[in-house]
């Protein structure tokens, strides 16, 4: 990876890290997601900084950047736009949604139905919209920044699997350490630090990001290690459905992706390792009708998955 990629990288999760705090795990995940072309699902518990987390990344952007904030009774058409007549020229006008945008952040996205939730599906996967027989392209780059509470949390509808399925990875923030939560005190004394942050990276500098990690070089080995793994979660016995042919190439692509913010132009095993649960985790169900701890159940049998199976030299 050349130098000044190298430098972009860093700025950006530098800039992050100004409101985020002692989470540099977390951040690297997130920027895994915007370089590899993916979008991003932060679940995690009210207060914990999910919000602050997506604003912050799209903040850091010299983009177009739009918020949802997903309510019980937003439409679909409240997303993608919707015809109008125009009657002094006797004709429809098209007035585009919040969705034609570089950056969207869904806050709460699983506050709202799963009818306007599957408005989004079309969007992420292809990058267009179809509206009255008309198909609109969304500009590069699109990025989707998506917050959910746990659905064990009241007024919420779980996501499907299908809209599960399409976002790269997802992530949790976590409660900070006493240390780092007296700092995020200090900071607010002024406001909210997060409305105070500067774009550091434009959209041509991030497509040439997102063109670098395509050309990472990935083994022939490490191809079979992330089939190996795809491939046992389809076999398990706890689970009823396993990761999907799509779920194998963006567990590829998020390879490469770490790889450039890691400064390698070649993927090690020690970063699809690192990615498994992020990767795979959302995209596996478990047997039984009981959804309460799904998320625990399958975070554990993945990672069992990984320390099981044998990695290539």
Known sequence: MSSENGNLTGLLESNIA???????????????????EGHLLIEDAPGVGKTALAKAIALSLNCVFKR????PDMLPSDIIGSSVFLPNK???????GPLFTNVLLADEINRTTPRTQSALLEAM?????SVDGETYRLEQPFFVLATQNPFEFEGTYPLPENQLDRFMLRIDVGYPDREIEREVLKQHRGGEPVDRLQPVLGGE???SLQASVREVRVDDTLNDYILELVHRTRDHEELILGVS???ALTFYRAAQSLAVLEGRDFVIPDDIKQLAVPVLAHRVVCRG???ENQRERVTGIIQQLVDATAVPR
């Open 68 to 71: 949802l904030q997903c309510t």
């Open 125 to 129: 996967n292809e990058h267009q919209v």
């Open 205 to 207: 500098q991030l497509r």
């Open 245 to 247: 042919t799509r779920g």
């Open 90 to 96: 006797g004709e429809f006008d098209f007035r585009k």
């Open 18 to 36: 100004k409101v985020i705090l002692g989470k540099p795990d977390v951040i690297r995940l997130a920027v895994v997601a915007l370089l590899g």
């Open 289 to 291: 009708l009981i959804r």
